[in-house]
Structures are given as C-alpha cells and as structure tokens.
C-alpha cells in the first residue's frame, strides 16, 4: 500500500567533503533556526550541477588513485604522518617548479596526462544531471506520500471514497442549512405579525423603502459605505479573505474593490448582512481549533470534544485545508496544520464545552503553573475569567494501525526477530499511544467575519435586474442537483416571504439579496468573487474560499459614476475617498444601458471588473448547466463517483472476508477468536463478529485501508502539482541552500537554481559598478568644476586687483605692504602728574 523505501539516491559521492572551489557546500544552519520543512522527507539537499559535477569528478579521481585514500579505506591517520606527507609535498612542489625552463616546459619528468571528461558533450552532462534531479525528486516525492499515507486530509485529497463521503456529507449539511434558512423566515414573520416594526438600516438607500421583515433587513446588501482616509492608511485595512494554507484554491485577488473592511466602524457584521451569516455562526454555537497537525481526525477531535460535555455532543466537525508551505510563503503556521471547526446543536451545548474544559485546564495547571500565572497572567475575555485560547488534549493514535501482528490473515503471530528470541519477551502488541495539544478559541465567531465592498461600477442598479435573473437560474439548478428538500428550496422560500402577488411588486435588489444569502448558506456559494461554490464549510469558515466574505455593494453607487462620467475622470473602484484618485482604475467604457433612473442614453460605467464578473457569471451558467445534464446522483463527476463505489463495494468485501478469517468454529457450535493474542470464546458467531468489530476494530480499519492505496498511488503519480514543500538545493557557500518547488507527474523534477543566482548576481554586481563608475565620474567632473571655478576666482581677483591700481585708486582694503622702522632714542617724555594735596574740612 506504499511505495518501496529504499536507500535514498543521492547521487555522486559522500556529501560530507569540503569542496574547494568557488561554491564551496554550505549546510550550516543555526540552533535556533526553524528547521525546513523538506528535512522530513530528504536526508540530505539535492545538488546544484556544478556541484554534482565536481562530486563526480572527485570520485573519478579516487577511483583512479590520484587522492589520498578516505578514512574508510586506509583508516585513521596520525598527525606526524599527516606532517610528513606535508613536507614530502611541499618538496615535491618546489623540486617541480625549479624543473621549469624558460620556455615553460619541464625539464624533468613529464606531468602526468588529463583525465578523460566525464561526459562527451554539454548536452551528455545536462541529460545525466536531469536523471539525476529525477531519481532524487521521485524518491523525495514517494518518501512524502508514505508519511502522510494515513493523515486524513491527504485522504481526502487523493482517495476517491474518501471525497465522495465529504461530498455526501456536505449535502447533509445543504440540506439542514436550508431547513434553519426556511426558520429565520418563519420566525421573523411571526415577530411581524406579532407586531414588531422591522428596523430599517440606516445605511440603506432611500428608494428600496421599509422591508417586509427583519430578516429581509439583514439581507440587503446595498449598505456599502466609503472608509475614510484614515482607515486607508492604517495597516490592518488590506486584509485578503484568502489564507496562505493552500494556493490552488480560488481566492480573492488584490483588485482594489476587494479590500476587507476588518476595523471600519459602518461595515462591520454587527450592523449590516446578518441574514448572510449561518445559523450556526449567527446562534454563536461553534467553536474554532487551531494547530491541528495532520495525523489527527475529525473523529478524535469530535471525541475529544465529547468528553467534557455534559448536556450535548458536538453535532459536525469541518477541517479547513491544510497550509502547504509554497517556495516563496514564510510564517509561523506549522506545515500541513490546519484549523477545525466544531458545530453544536445549542449555544448552551457550547457554553458547557467551555466551561468544563477551562476547568479541566485549571486543575491540570495548579500546582504546575501556579507561579507562573502569577508572573504572567493568560489574556481574559471578560466572560466569568475565562481565557480567551483552551487547550484540548487529543489522543491521535493511529487510527488505521498497520502493525505486522497477522502474519497468515487469520490471526496467527509473527516470526520473532533475533533480538526479541536472544531477549525471551513478548512483543509489544499494543499501538503506541500519540497525543497531542489543540487550542480551543472561546471568543464569538461572527464579529471576525470579514465583510467587503465592493466597486461602483460593479454595486449600479443598472445590473440589479440581470444579476437576479442569473442568480434564481444558478440556484433553482443547484437545489434540483444537490436534492434540497422540497420547500426548503429557494423559489418555496420566496413565495413564503412574499406570499400570494406580492413577489411581483417587489423589488429586484431584496429578491436579489435574499438568493445571494441563500446561496452563501446554502450552496457555499460566492456571487460577486468568482461564481464558484467551496467544497466544504471548513473552507468558507477560514477565509480559503471567496464565500467566506460577504460582499456589500456600494451605497450610492450611481450617483458616483455619474459624477465620475461628468468628470470623465475615473471612477473610485474602491469605494474610497473622492479626492484620491487610483492610477491602475481601468478607463470608463460608455454602455448604451438604462441608468438607475430608467432613463435611457446614459451612459453606464464598465470597467474590467464588470467584465471579470460577466465572465465569472458566464462560466457559472454553464457549469450549473453541466450539472443538471449529470443528474442529481452525481456527487463529484461520473470517474470519481465510479471509483468510489467500486473502493466502497471492496471495503465491504474486506470486512465479510477479514471477519470470517479470524473466527474458529468449534464442534459445539461455539466461536473463538483467532487472533494469536486474544482467542476468546463466545457463543456463537454473531458475537464474535460484535468483539471483533469492537476491539480489534484497528486491525479493521488497517484493512480496509489498504482497498484506498493503489487508487490513491495512481491519483499521486498523475497529479502535476503536489502539495509538497520546495526541496532544498546546495547552491554553494555564496547562495547556501535554495528552496525549488518540485514540478511534474511521472518526470517530477526541481530547475536548478544556481545559474539563475548566478545571472542575478553578475547583474546586480554589473549594476553596482555601473553606479560606482557613474559616482566616480561624478565625483570627478565636480572636482574638476571646484578646481575650475577656483582658478576662475583668482584670476578675477588679479585681474581686479590691476584694474584698480591703473586708475590710482587706493583701496584700504588692499593697502601695499611698506616696512616702517621705529626708534626710541632722544625721545622727549613728560613727567608725571603732581598729586594734589587735599584740604582738611573745618568740623
């Protein structure tokens, strides 16, 4: 059931050798470092060719006996033999060069002759290095499916049971969505008649009037309003709705008009499209996981779950997909972890889970972590002082066990190896127990639904009509496909929100908007992002589906494009500011349509968006269109659904067959179990088959596991783009090790990157002298202008300085220098001042 592991292929000689040369092998890595998610799957990186090419040449020159003989063939060396080949060598070394005559020719002994080249031409080295990077990349390939054989979304992806049960699955819940859709209606028409007065959004435009109830209230989505220029700026503003777990799955784009309004005050959930939300969403009756590693199931987390309730059960589990790490994605999410969500039939049923499982983390933490809660204490909701994250432990055993404890089929032991005769016990017969911790997030799921509004052209009254015409056509299908339950369908449940004539006089924009709801949550389905339905509720939830945002069309939105048109400027696709204008708008298009006026020869917006969108429109039209010429009892697509019953059908055989080959018959009609380590005795053959179902149920499971392999092998070999990490290449001590994704079916195979670098790197270094050579150039034409402008300065000033002196003109500043002696004989000095004598004052 899994491919051969054999020695891994390496390819040219040990990998532990310095290579001396301009690339030299670079594997250091830091401690602290988070180790590269290939490192499971491959012993060592892939070389780059010219190191393999260099590997090559130096294991031809061993085998011709020219290097030192390795440690392995000689053995080990001491220092003075190492001294002495030193010396012989630096000898040899200087006798050679005194042997050089002047014409550069030895004198001596002749040098020894070239080797042979490994390969005949370019072409010969490039086919052998491309075996090469095959054989490596198929046994890296293979090494990843063995790992992750038994992980359930890896199932999920390849098995085609295991997707017809999920496809199955999600009809169930289809259908029960439709079922609590079909309450809301009812209970807001009750709250009607009882009456209540419908709250009008403030945000709503003024033509669509009151609605009907409160729930059409919550549908509409012409609420869109413009984030400020404050909110632009901050960073939490552009958020894509799409995570980084799985780049083939369809997501939003970077388009301006998909930008998540997270933190702007109008837009948020709270206020506006709460209709759109699921029930299980809007009740506040689920709960997010996060960290879930891949060997852990749905089914053990619902266990885990069940075992700290008290009043109910988790009624669903859904899984996200997992998170492939790309060749150019970096974060902190671990490699194929994924985040579940677990549904509950009450809030109530929530609330208790909480509760019992912060009290379970409680008494596991004192004791332990008492001091450290005091010195760090955890992050609080507010809710009763539990905190916002729980951990969960899980047992994860391996849930199909394949263990060698049947040898013949029937139950009989296993041979003894060596080491378990020379030891005299008994092997361990048990699975080995693996557990793991998951994180229970206790806060509110619907306020962290992301909301989006989207572009003017796109949210025009102009297109309300068409889009409710396309959107019924895609519905109405998909209820007859998918088996909705008659009068849980959509045009049942308009007909009850409008009884009678009243549907006729309503407006477009409320049909339109209750279908689009009824399509999120319903079908999963996205209208304004793509027109494509998410396979499962695990996806919409984390955000990996454009279904997962609910997209609010721009109030207004008319207005602005006239204004836009009067300008023949362009038009604010992100429904921003007016003073910003956005460069990569594409150009307004004139359309001979009706405004939302009705008057005709205005002129309506069209811009790429609205043609992205009539396109998406288009190619949903015709898939649903494809889906009904299948028929109701196609899940996935004939192949597939084929498959998968064939699969089911040789699971049941399996079962009939293990069951009666583990059973012994005794004379008195009585049943034994034949398994070497078990052999107990019941009454007859029916409760037999009970104890094996209930306690060898692994050695079951590991069974009729293996009627998945050789489906799940042929869909691995034949996919072109495998979830598997990029495969680290030794480039050489100038660029280390690069991550390459691996590409291709049968020929997976990995671009060696070095030439590339390489490339790169002679531009850049090419770029860098460029700019030096201009920045010495500069530096010296501006020395050579000071110099200039200086000489310029002193010839002027001599030139005046002449001027001057020919017009007898004196300047004081530039006084002519004149020696001037002094001297101090026969000089006439005066005598002092006499002192005058004071009189004296009469008392």
Same mark, same amino acid.
């Given at each position: 059931?899994?491919?051969?592991?054999?020695?891994?292929?390496?390819?040219?000689?040990?990998?532990?050798?310095?290579?001396?040369? $301009?690339?030299?092998? !670079?594997?250091?890595?830091?401690?602290?470092?988070?180790?590269?998610?290939?490192?499971?799957?491959? =012993?060592?990186?892939?070389?780059?060719?010219?190191?393999?090419?260099?590997?090559?040449?130096?294991?031809?020159?061993?085998?011709?006996?020219?290097?030192?003989?390795?440690?392995?063939?000689?053995?080990?060396?001491?220092?003075?033999?190492?001294?002495?080949?030193?010396?012989?060598?630096?000898?040899?070394?200087?006798?050679?060069?005194?042997?050089?005559?002047?014409?550069?020719?030895?004198?001596?002994?002749?040098?020894?002759?070239?080797?042979?080249?490994? /390969?005949?031409?370019?072409?010969?080295?490039?086919?052998?290095?491309?075996?090469?990077?095959?054989?490596?990349?198929?046994?890296?390939?293979?090494?990843?499916?063995?790992? !992750?054989?038994?992980?359930? @979304?890896?199932?999920? *992806?390849?098995?085609?049971?295991?997707?017809?049960?999920?496809?199955?699955?999600?009809?169930?819940?289809?259908?029960?969505?439709?079922?609590?859709?079909?309450?809301?209606?009812?209970?807001?028409?009750?709250?009607?008649?009882?009456?209540?007065?419908?709250?009008?959004?403030?945000?709503?435009?003024?033509?669509?009037?009151?609605?009907?109830?409160? +729930?059409?209230?919550?549908?509409?989505?012409?609420?869109?309003?413009?984030?400020?220029?404050?909110?632009?700026?901050?960073?939490?503003? $552009?958020? $894509?709705?799409?995570?980084?777990?799985?780049?083939?799955?369809? !997501?939003?784009?970077?388009?301006?008009?998909?930008?998540?309004?997270?933190?702007?005050?109008?837009?948020?959930?709270?206020?506006?499209?709460?209709?759109?939300?699921?029930?299980?969403?809007?009740?506040?009756?689920?709960?997010?996981?996060?960290?879930?590693?891949?060997?852990?199931?749905?089914?053990?987390?619902?266990?885990?779950?069940?075992?700290?309730?008290?009043?109910?059960?988790?009624?669903?589990? @859904?899984?996200?997909? =997992?998170?492939?790490?790309?060749?150019?994605?970096?974060?902190?999410?671990?490699?194929?972890?994924?985040?579940?969500?677990?549904? +509950?039939?009450?809030?109530?049923?929530?609330?208790?889970? #909480?509760?019992?499982?912060?009290?379970?983390?409680?008494?596991?933490? %004192?004791?332990?972590? $008492?001091?450290?809660?005091? %010195?760090?204490? *955890?992050?609080?909701?507010?809710?009763?002082?539990?905190?916002?994250?729980?951990?969960?432990?899980?047992?994860?055993?391996?849930?199909?066990? *394949?263990?060698? =404890?049947?040898?013949?089929?029937?139950?009989?032991?296993?041979?003894?190896?060596?080491?378990?005769?020379?030891?005299?016990?008994?092997?361990?017969?048990?699975?080995?127990?693996?557990?793991?911790?998951? /994180?229970?997030?206790?806060?509110?799921?619907?306020?962290?639904?992301?909301?989006? =509004?989207?572009?003017?052209? &796109?949210?025009?009254?102009?297109?309300?009509?068409?889009?409710?015409?396309?959107?019924?056509?895609?519905?109405?299908?998909?209820?007859?496909?998918?088996?909705?339950?008659?009068?849980?369908?959509?045009?049942?449940?308009?007909?009850?929100?409008?009884?009678?004539?009243?549907?006729?006089?309503?407006?477009?924009?409320?049909?339109?908007?209750?279908?689009?709801?009824?399509?999120? %949550?319903?079908?999963? /389905?996205?209208?304004?992002?793509?027109?494509?339905?998410?396979?499962?509720?695990?996806?919409?939830?984390?955000?990996?589906?454009?279904?997962?945002?609910?997209?609010?069309?721009?109030?207004?939105?008319?207005?602005?494009?006239?204004?836009?048109?009067?300008?023949?400027?362009? #038009?604010?696709?992100?429904?921003?500011?007016?003073?910003?204008?956005?460069?990569?708008?594409?150009?307004?298009?004139?359309?001979?349509?009706?405004?939302?006026?009705?008057?005709?020869?205005?002129?309506?917006?069209?811009?790429?968006?609205?043609?992205?969108?009539?396109?998406?429109?288009?190619?949903?039209?015709?898939?649903?269109?494809?889906?009904?010429?299948?028929?109701?009892?196609?899940?996935?697509?004939?192949?597939?659904?084929?498959?998968?019953?064939?699969?089911?059908?040789?699971?049941?055989?399996?079962?009939?067959?293990?069951?009666?080959?583990?059973?012994?018959?005794?004379?008195?009609?009585?049943?034994?179990?034949?398994?070497? +380590?078990?052999?107990?005795?019941?009454?007859?053959?029916?409760?037999?088959?009970?104890?094996?179902?209930?306690?060898?149920?692994?050695?079951?499971?590991?069974?009729?596991?293996?009627?998945?392999?050789?489906?799940?092998?042929?869909? @691995?070999?034949?996919?072109?783009?495998?979830?598997?990490?990029?495969?680290?290449?030794?480039?050489?001590?100038?660029?280390?090790?690069?991550?390459?994704?691996?590409?291709?079916?049968?020929?997976?195979?990995?671009?060696?990157?070095?030439?590339?670098?390489?490339?790169?790197?002679?531009?850049?270094?090419?770029?860098?002298?460029?700019?030096?050579?201009?920045?010495?150039?500069?530096?010296?034409?501006?020395?050579?202008?000071?110099?200039?402008?200086?000489?310029?300065?002193?010839?002027?000033?001599?030139?005046?300085?002449?001027?001057?002196?020919?017009?007898?003109? &004196?300047?004081?500043?530039?006084?002519?220098?004149?020696?001037?002696?002094?001297?101090?004989?026969?000089?006439?000095?005066?005598?002092?001042?006499?002192?005058?004598?004071?009189?004296?004052?009469?008392?």
């Amino acid at each position: 059931g899994s491919y051969d592991e054999g020695e891994e292929y390496h390819g040219g000689g040990d990998r532990h050798r310095h290579h001396h040369h $301009r690339h030299e092998s !670079h594997h250091g890595r830091g401690k602290s470092s988070k180790p590269h998610p290939s490192e499971k799957y491959a =012993v060592e990186p892939m070389l780059c060719q010219f190191l393999w090419k260099k590997e090559l040449e130096k294991d031809a020159k061993m085998a011709r006996g020219e290097e030192t003989l390795d440690k392995a063939g000689e053995g080990e060396r001491d220092s003075a033999m190492d001294q002495q080949k030193s010396n012989e060598d630096s000898e040899e070394n200087n006798a050679s060069s005194n042997n050089i005559d002047q014409e550069g020719e030895p004198n001596g002994e002749q040098s020894p002759p070239e080797p042979d080249p490994l /390969f005949e031409s370019p072409e010969a080295e490039a086919e052998a290095y491309a075996d090469y990077n095959m054989k490596y990349c198929l046994n890296y390939v293979r090494t990843f499916f063995n790992h !992750h054989l038994d992980d359930p @979304w890896f199932r999920q *992806r390849l098995s085609p049971l295991e997707a017809f049960r999920r496809a199955r699955k999600e009809r169930l819940r289809s259908n029960a969505e439709a079922a609590e859709f079909r309450k809301d209606i009812l209970n807001s028409l009750e709250e009607q008649q009882s009456g209540v007065i419908p709250k009008k959004d403030p945000d709503c435009p003024d033509y669509l009037g009151p609605p009907k109830c409160n +729930f059409v209230s919550g549908c509409r989505l012409g609420v869109g309003t413009k984030p400020t220029a404050s909110l632009i700026a901050t960073p939490f503003y $552009r958020r $894509r709705t799409h995570s980084h777990y799985d780049d083939d799955a369809p !997501h939003e784009d970077d388009s301006p008009h998909h930008i998540v309004l997270q933190g702007e005050d109008r837009n948020r959930i709270e206020r506006h499209a709460k209709s759109h939300l699921h029930s299980f969403i809007k009740s506040d009756a689920c709960v997010k996981i996060v960290d879930v590693p891949p060997h852990a199931t749905d089914e053990q987390i619902s266990a885990s779950l069940a075992e700290h309730c008290t009043v109910k059960p988790p009624s669903a589990v @859904w899984s996200s997909a =997992v998170f492939v790490p790309k060749e150019k994605t970096s974060g902190s999410a671990d490699p194929y972890h994924r985040t579940v969500y677990a549904v +509950f039939p009450s809030r109530e049923a929530k609330d208790n889970l #909480i509760e019992n499982l912060h009290r379970a983390n409680e008494d596991a933490s %004192r004791g332990h972590h $008492r001091e450290r809660e005091e %010195r760090h204490p *955890r992050i609080r909701d507010g809710r009763d002082g539990i905190p916002g994250v729980l951990h969960l432990d899980v047992d994860c055993t391996d849930v199909y066990g *394949r263990r060698q =404890v049947d040898a013949d089929g029937k139950g009989g032991a296993p041979p003894l190896t060596e080491e378990q005769k020379a030891s005299k016990k008994e092997p361990d017969l048990k699975l080995p127990t693996r557990r793991c911790t998951v /994180f229970v997030s206790t806060a509110s799921l619907a306020p962290s639904q992301p909301v989006s =509004v989207l572009s003017a052209a &796109v949210s025009s009254r102009a297109r309300i009509a068409q889009d409710r015409d396309s959107v019924s056509t895609i519905a109405l299908t998909l209820d007859q496909v998918r088996e909705i339950k008659a009068g849980n369908r959509l045009d049942d449940l308009l007909r009850l929100l409008y009884p009678g004539n009243e549907l006729e006089n309503v407006d477009d924009e409320d049909i339109l908007d209750v279908s689009i709801a009824y399509l999120r %949550r319903v079908h999963l /389905f996205s209208f304004y992002n793509g027109c494509t339905a998410a396979s499962d509720v695990g996806n919409v939830l984390s955000g990996q589906h454009p279904a997962g945002t609910i997209h609010l069309r721009l109030r207004d939105a008319d207005e602005i494009l006239r204004k836009a048109a009067e300008e023949k400027g362009d #038009i604010p696709m992100t429904g921003g500011v007016d003073e910003e204008k956005n460069e990569d708008n594409e150009n307004l298009e004139d359309d001979d349509n009706e405004d939302s006026s009705g008057n005709e020869g205005k002129a309506v917006a069209k811009d790429m968006l609205v043609m992205r969108l009539n396109e998406s429109i288009s190619k949903a039209l015709d898939h649903v269109k494809m889906l009904a010429y299948r028929g109701s009892s196609c899940l996935i697509d004939e192949e597939t659904d084929s498959a998968a019953r064939a699969i089911e059908l040789q699971e049941q055989q399996t079962k009939n067959e293990w069951i009666e080959n583990h059973g012994i018959i005794d004379g008195d009609g009585r049943a034994r179990c034949s398994f070497h +380590f078990c052999h107990k005795l019941f009454k007859d053959r029916a409760f037999l088959q009970k104890h094996l179902i209930k306690k060898h149920s692994d050695q079951l499971r590991a069974e009729c596991g293996k009627c998945h392999d050789d489906a799940m092998m042929t869909a @691995w070999d034949n996919d072109e783009n495998r979830p598997v990490p990029g495969v680290l290449i030794d480039c050489g001590s100038k660029f280390g090790l690069v991550t390459c994704a691996v590409k291709g079916s049968d020929k997976p195979m990995a671009a060696d990157p070095e030439p590339r670098l390489w490339k790169e790197e002679e531009e850049r270094m090419a770029e860098e002298e460029r700019k030096y050579q201009e920045r010495q150039a500069a530096a010296e034409a501006a020395a050579r202008a000071e110099e200039m402008e200086q000489k310029r300065r002193q010839e002027e000033l001599a030139a005046s300085a002449a001027e001057k002196r020919k017009g007898n003109f &004196v300047d004081v500043d530039d006084m002519p220098e004149e020696k001037v002696e002094l001297s101090f004989e026969d000089v006439a000095v005066a005598p002092p001042p006499k002192k005058k004598k004071k009189k004296k004052k009469l008392l």
